[in-house]
């Protein structure tokens, strides 16, 4: 019973990473994706 209440809090926390990962290269993307369109208007 040990075992199977250990299995998944595991998955869930590898899940949450998972979409945090998702969420972070999202941000880095906008924000890059941004920062040239405003270095582009710049010139």
Known sequence: ??????AKPHIDV?????????IVCHLVV???ISMLS????LF
């Open 30 to 32: 906008l924000c890059s």
């Open 1 to 6: 019973m040990t075992n199977t209440g250990q």
């Open 38 to 41: 405003g270095c582009v208007s």
């Open 14 to 22: 590898k899940w949450e990473n998972y979409m945090y990962q998702k």
